[in-house]
């Protein structure tokens, strides 16, 4: 069995010990400046394992802080003992000098362990034993359980053979049938999921073990809790049980150096407000957004000197921070003849990050918080700033050394944490997988109190009229948005060549400036988590999509994400969708279908998910609505952009005495009535919230085979009122607009099954905005046309007869080569008997041009 | 004399440490004394004395703005020092200071870490000069002179005898006091500091939210209670001042080679270090004891919810009928004769957003004043309105501040702080927005931003602060008051075409007789009015009700396409406000002539929207 004893390397610069002393100074280095004492849980803990009385701090004296503090910022300062280690000591499995040699190794022994700044100072247990002292009352012992003694790492409750063996049982044993997350795509669920990780790693070679901390608790909560606890014990055991069974397993494979185990998803914490000094030496798992990452920062780790004189060389560690020079040569004792060579040192890489809190996390009216994070060696530059990221790390907590010259220090430490794993929570969209796994958690209650709210039978209503309360009626609108907040399901058709269908169902508001149009769509922005409010006046194509730019801190071009792109998965609000210019409008139709932005921009090129819903809302162009006119006619967007719409709307007054009477009554209740009456009345905001998120993640309604049926009808039916008049009444898309409708529905009732009723109340809330939206003001039908191609039947075939009627009209003129505009346009006035308006006119005029019939030329009309 | 018992609390604190509840005790026994009658006057107050006039570590208060909230910090509440003649251990408390004693045992076991949080305070952005004026001599003369000593022998016996001898009422009229005082006040301390050092101190930016303010900043360090602060509270704080000169660690005295040895000390930029760690002598830091959030700050009025208060409140309001009555008419001559213009100038400086439904602000009442003589009317208006209102701040509309100027905070990561920008206001707050200055051109995109900023600020009150990544909106309650030519192009609650009855010759000399003609008292009494009745609660009775929806019912009979739910919107706004039995009455009458004038603008300008 091979020792735990690694390289006598792996310390962290902050250490404080003085390898001197190893016993006392084990102790203090590790618990003294790394950790503020207060951490410490030793008293209690030596309950577990049976440590001998504690020591009354020995040795304390000669580290005393000033000491510390100089030696600390003065130069290199002769050391006492340099790590001298046996090289040769059997003892030994990785020293650091192995990483130089080139030939290829197998097994444990020939693997080169590879430093884990990370994990902080860890081997001083070991230490201890390398030092040929025997195993002392006070001194840390590992593995050593030949002394028939249970016998822990100091300061701990972790026994290294115990915690070995159950982590190497964890690895053989655990089975997590019910995993779905996307790191274990294609592995075997049934079958031991971290040994196929093993495989993976013998086969891709790539050293490193990802152990999610919840497998580790299911498995064995003990041991959880000993991770948690003692990170920078823990770890370096996990690491030695995994290489064990590793070359065990496959003793021929060769790896860059030993596997390390990287455990993330620790479940104590997961909010960056909650870190307290409890948490110090902890290990702990926040989430955050990178805001900056500094350059890389390499730290020497070994340093390699060379005599000047006869050329022997010799290398040193670096211990917290320093670099003992060695002073005289050990081969031919020559006094200052070493001098160090950089290119043959050891460097590790490092990188300062600074996270802030997420914006879901934080109270509101207070600022983000940030934590500094280190990366070191492979971790380095996997993050950039902007990625959302879960941590797993080690809290830490060091005094500030506030001015060498004077003894008194800050009060303060400064914390940070050393990153043990990073996880990116937005990587998944760009990869177009499903939601994100950093769902949030709802606890039993609140499930139950979703579930027993979803059981009403009418939830629908109750949740419709809790929408924007401060909004008076417009009920029909507000059980639209509802059902956009849902969204449809979502469904992957990729294999049959169609890929994503759209499961967001889009929204268009129009009507009579005042109707509380922005008031609804601020209040949509501020209720789902991923909302984007802008407005059409001031944002531009590249404001909505994304823009590339050189970002001022690495000079590199970077991709900036606009709103459209920011808001997928959300909703993105746009107010005054009217007054957008037209080449701000033409990305839309690419997002408001296929739910992609495509870029070419300064050499990027790529394709981003924006599945996105669309809430829009839109003034008339004459300021009033003009009930005259068709939708198209009223707000002047292109039919190509509004038949994406599930759903138009128009918002009117309805100017009716009944309806004023109401909203006055509304209006003066929301003015005086008391926060009390209201909460009464409606249901609270953060209930809504998680409903829409509840069902958002876990309902995924499908058709069964009622509801396809009467879709099926519902669809036949539509089509059928514009056949009779030689209309097309419903087109394909309005077929899809049916069905995510009926699944937002079912959504709302927190059915898995879409059925009859759902697509009744998908087909009534179609018909209605089609009834506001798609009504030909000149014959009352409602013709889905008018969406669709921007002009309603009748009115294409008013067009024709006016063009008929003027040909005709020129005809009968005889030969006459050219006309006056004005006195034909009058002419044909006269002889028809419904009004003809100079636009009809105009029109008939270019349709007979474009049969080559005629041409226009200024005021006057030749004939060809 | 009471200003010292804090050093007795602090310094022994090796027998306190046995005594874990002494810190809750402290701090009862603190919010005791200070709730005494007038013991919270005899506390110095960092607005008032110049920093180099305060005893270090003693009891000081600051009335502020929390600006920006640092990350929470852990710092040895608990420590041990070794004395290294004797080698003997001594606990020490770590609590309400920066600096430890010297010879800290780091490795000690009975260390304990705890943790606070620094929050940057500013002096309230905008206070009008009047209201610090008030509120220093109120201290002043409450002090005991014995127990102030220490700041006050070192003024010159003139201003001394000044102080005493004229009690604030017998003085001029304000403008002139208020200018001839102010160099007393908050401008002092900082005028003596930023030019004596010279250059070295003169880059540091203190990070105010309006240009051209001065006064003290402070770090406060808050150790309880501190889910309850948020970003833009007004706050008097009661605490421990500390300028402890090892604080004063500037990046340039730091040896550059020792920061290379030191990579984590490195990671901090020395813009993050000049924003988090400023000098002690120009940003004190000063400990919380104890925080009491500010409803306004007019210092004429009793700031605490106490008895006296209460019984202010009641005596006042007896009289409050007839104040409001020389108001009006005080308004109504400010505004040349204009007396609808008067009454709505008056309702909406006692606007106030009372609470929010969903995201609608309830009680906002933005008032645009069209129609303003140009010339230098709207800026002797903003004085006047300034004499009136604690807290204020004209912005000058014009194309180059619009460009320029940063109206909304945004983080700065490199130095880690919230930079402030204009809209970080206290609430309550009148902002002045002075469109005639605007003239033709064209906004670049910083100035579209500030539009749309101002224009959010009016229609949601809220201000969306730039983290770069992300926005962050803030809920605030700021009275917006427009004054333009023509219709604004803001948008507002309420615009009055103003109608100038009387057109003075010399408009200057016009406002200032009838500013001068106007005594202290009465003034004073015309603050008190503006902050109390904000304060008011409104109800409606069930009549009141059915007469609003019958009215709405009616207008809309009469003219269905004018009367929108946003008119009433602004009708019940201006009834709530009116704040009396008929308020809805008056509200619809003011309304209808209101409307009437705009109409009658209309036809007079024929094409404007």
């Known amino acids: 069995m091979s020792s735990p004893t690694s390289t006598p390397g792996r310390r962290k610069r902050n250490r404080d010990d003085i390898p001197a002393t190893p016993k006392s100074t084990a102790k203090a280095g590790s618990d003294g400046l790394v950790s503020p004492p207060s951490q410490r849980r030793r008293g209690q803990d030596s309950s577990n394992g049976d440590l001998p009385a504690m020591p009354t701090s020995p040795g304390t004296d000669i580290a005393s802080p000033a000491v510390h503090d100089t030696s600390l910022f003065s130069s290199p300062r002769r050391s006492v003992l340099p790590s001298e280690v046996d090289m040769s000591s059997p003892l030994m499995y990785g020293t650091p000098s192995s990483r130089v040699e080139g030939t290829p190794r197998s097994g444990v022994g020939g693997t080169p362990a590879r430093q884990r700044p990370d994990l902080g100072s860890i081997r001083k247990a070991p230490q201890v034993d390398l030092h040929s002292e025997p195993p002392s009352a006070d001194g840390a012992v590992a593995s050593e359980q030949a002394l028939g003694q249970k016998l822990v790492i100091w300061g701990t409750d972790v026994n290294v053979g115990t915690c070995k063996e159950k982590f190497q049982r964890f690895l053989q044993r655990f089975i997590d049938p019910a995993s779905n997350e996307d790191e274990n795509a294609g592995l075997d669920l049934n079958e031991p999921l971290y040994m196929q990780k093993l495989e993976e790693i013998s086969v891709v070679g790539e050293p490193v073990l990802n152990v999610n901390c919840s497998h580790v608790q299911s498995f064995d909560a003990d041991l959880y809790r000993q991770l948690i606890s003692y990170p920078q014990e823990v770890i370096p055991t996990f690491d030695m049980a995994v290489n064990e069974l590793f070359f065990e397993r496959f003793p021929d494979s060769i790896l860059e150096h030993q596997i390390q185990v990287r455990p993330y998803n620790a479940l104590k914490t997961r909010n960056m407000r909650s870190l307290n000094p409890e948490d110090i030496d902890q290990m702990i798992t926040i989430s955050g957004m990178v805001i900056r990452t500094s350059q890389l920062i390499p730290e020497m780790q070994e340093a390699f000197f060379q005599c000047q004189v006869c050329a022997f060389f010799t290398r040193v560690e670096v211990d917290r921070g320093r670099i003992a020079e060695p002073a005289v040569c050990r081969n031919c004792n020559t006094i200052h003849s070493l001098a160090l060579i950089h290119n043959r040192s050891a460097f590790s890489d490092k990188q300062m990050i600074k996270v802030q809190e997420s914006p879901d996390d934080m109270p509101a009216g207070q600022t983000p918080h940030t934590t500094i994070v280190y990366a070191h060696n492979d971790l380095v530059d996997k993050v950039q700033p902007g990625d959302r990221i879960n941590i797993t790390g080690i809290y830490r907590a060091v005094p500030m050394r506030e001015n060498p010259r004077q003894s008194n220090v800050k009060s303060v430490y400064k914390t940070h944490i050393d990153v043990i794993h990073f996880r990116k929570t937005d990587e998944k969209r760009l990869h177009g997988l499903d939601e994100d796994s950093d769902q949030k958690l709802f606890t039993e209650e609140r499930v139950q109190i979703l579930k027993e709210l979803a059981s009403k039978p009418d939830v629908y209503d109750r949740l419709s009229s809790a929408l924007a309360p401060s909004i008076y009626e417009h009920e029909d609108i507000k059980k639209g948005i509802l059902l956009q907040l849902f969204g449809g399901t979502r469904k992957d058709f990729s294999q049959t060549g169609r890929g994503n269908f759209r499961a967001e169902v889009n929204i268009l508001l129009c009507g009579d400036p005042g109707t509380s149009k922005s008031q609804l769509l601020q209040y949509v922005f501020n209720l789902v988590p991923r909302g984007q409010y802008t407005s059409g006046k001031g944002s531009s194509a590249v404001g909505l999509t994304a823009y590339v730019m050189k970002d001022p801190e690495t000079k590199q071009l970077v991709l900036q994400t606009g709103a459209l792109v920011l808001s997928d998965n959300g909703i993105c609000c746009i107010d005054e969708f009217d007054k957008m210019s037209d080449s701000t409008r033409s990305v839309l139709h690419e997002v408001m279908e296929q739910q992609t932005l495509s870029i070419a921009k300064a050499g990027i090129i790529c394709q981003l998910n924006a599945r996105t819903s669309v809430l829009a809302a839109a003034n008339p162009v004459e300021s009033q609505w003009n009930p005259k006119k068709t939708t198209i006619e009223n707000i002047q967007l292109p039919h190509t952009l509004l038949s994406r719409f599930d759903l138009i709307f128009l918002m009117l007054d309805p100017q009716d005495e009944a309806y004023d009477r109401r909203l006055a009554h509304h209006l003066v209740a929301l003015y005086y009535q008391s926060e009390e009456q209201i909460e009464e009345e409606f249901l609270d905001m953060a209930v809504l919230k998680d409903y829409i998120a509840y069902a958002r993640t876990y309902i995924n309604p499908r058709l069964n085979e009622e509801a396809s049926q009467a879709l099926i009808e519902a669809y036949v039916d539509m089509r059928k009122i514009g056949s009779g008049r030689g209309m097309v009444s419903a087109y394909p898309r309005q077929l899809e607009s049916l069905i995510r409708l009926a699944e937002a529905h079912a959504k709302v009732r927190f059915s898995d099954k879409v059925e009859t009723i759902d697509v009744e109340e998908a087909k009534r809330l179609h018909r209605e905005a089609l009834k506001q939206s798609a009504t030909d003001p000149r014959t009352g039908f409602v013709d889905i046309s008018i969406l669709t191609t921007g002009m309603s039947a009748t009115a294409r075939k008013r067009k024709e007869e006016v063009a008929r009627a003027l040909k005709k009209m020129i005809q009968s003129k005889g030969k006459t080569p050219a006309m006056k505009y004005q006195q034909l346009f009058d002419d044909l006035r006269g002889q028809s008997e419904a009004a003809i308006t100079k636009d009809m006119f105009e029109e008939a005029l270019r349709a007979l041009a474009d049969e080559d019939y005629l041409t226009v030329t200024g005021k006057t009309v030749r004939l060809l | ?609």
């Open chain 2, 1 to 609: 004399m009471r200003m010292w018992f804090v050093c007795r609390f602090c310094c022994p604190a090796a027998q306190s440490n046995s005594n874990p509840e002494w810190e809750a005790k402290v701090l009862e026994y603190f919010k005791g004394q200070l709730k005494e009658k007038e013991s919270h006057s005899w506390v110095p107050s960092l607005n008032d004395v110049p920093l180099h006039y305060l005893k270090p570590n003693s009891l000081v208060k600051f009335r502020c703005l929390v600006q920006d909230m640092f990350d929470p910090e852990f710092y040895m509440g608990v420590y041990e020092t070794v004395d290294p003649s004797t080698k003997a251990n001594v606990l020490r408390c770590g609590k309400y200071k920066d600096v430890t004693e010297c010879g800290v045992d780091l490795n000690s076991r009975n260390t304990v870490t705890a943790e606070r949080q620094t929050f940057y305070c500013v002096p309230i952005p905008g206070e009008s000069p009047w209201a610090k004026e008030i509120s220093f001599l109120s201290a002043a003369r409450v002090v005991p002179s014995t127990s102030y000593v220490p700041s006050r022998q070192k003024r010159s016996y003139e201003e001394d005898d000044d102080m005493d001898t004229q009690p604030q009422k017998q003085r001029e009229p304000h403008t002139g006091g208020g200018t001839k005082w102010c160099h007393r006040q908050e401008t002092e301390a900082p005028s003596s500091q930023t030019t004596a050092p010279s250059d070295c101190s003169s880059h540091l930016d203190l990070n105010f939210p309006l240009p051209g303010e001065r006064g003290p900043a402070c770090l406060v360090k808050v150790y309880e209670g501190l889910d309850s602060f948020k970003l833009n509270d007004t706050l008097e704080i009661y605490g421990i001042l500390s300028v402890n000169p090892v604080l004063t660690v500037l990046g340039e005295e730091k040896d550059p080679s020792l920061l290379l040895l030191n990579p984590t000390e490195s990671m901090e930029t020395p813009e993050e270090q000049r924003a988090h760690d400023p000098p002690a002598s120009l940003v004190p830091r000063l400990h919380m004891l104890y925080a009491r959030p500010l409803q306004h700050n007019n210092p004429l009025l009793p700031s605490a919810p106490t008895e006296d208060q209460s019984a202010f409140v009641s005596s006042f309001l007896v009289e409050m009928a007839s104040v409001r009555a020389e108001l009006l008419a005080y308004l109504t001559h400010v505004l040349l004769g204009d007396g609808l213009a008067a009454e709505y100038l008056l309702l909406h400086l006692i606007s106030n957003v009372y609470t929010r439904r969903d995201v609608l602000p309830l009680g906002k009442f933005t008032l645009n004043l069209s129609g303003c003589p140009l010339n230098s009317y709207t800026e002797r208006l903003y004085q006047i309105v300034q004499q009136l209102v604690p807290c204020s701040y004209r912005l000058s509309m014009s194309l180059h501040t619009m460009n320029s100027m940063r109206l909304v905070p945004k983080k700065d990561y490199v130095a880690n702080r919230l930079v402030s920008g204009a809209l970080q206001l206290a609430r309550n707050t009148s902002l002045f927005l002075d469109e005639t200055q605007l003239e033709q051109g064209q906004l670049d995109s910083s100035g579209v931003r500030n539009i749309t900023a101002l224009g959010n600020l009016i229609s949601w009150q809220k201000v969306d602060y730039d983290f770069s990544y992300h926005q962050m909106e803030f809920p605030c309650n700021i009275n917006v008051l427009v004054t333009s030519e023509g219709r604004s192009l803001l948008p507002s609650d309420c615009q009055v075409p103003l109608q100038p009855q009387v057109t003075p010759p010399n408009m200057e000399e016009y406002l200032t007789t009838i500013h001068m003609a106007q005594f202290t008292s009465q003034i004073n009494k015309f603050r008190v009015y503006l902050s109390l009745a904000r304060t008011l609660d409104y109800s409606i009775s069930d009549e009141v009700t059915k007469a609003v929806e019958d009215d709405f019912v009616d207008m809309r009979k009469d003219d269905p396409q004018s009367v929108t739910a946003e008119d009433l919107h602004r009708m019940l706004v201006v009834a709530s406000i009116t704040c009396s039995s008929n308020g809805w009455m008056r509200a619809k009458h003011i309304d209808m002539l209101r409307r009437s004038r705009t109409e009658q603008q209309k036809s007079l300008n024929g094409n404007e929207p």
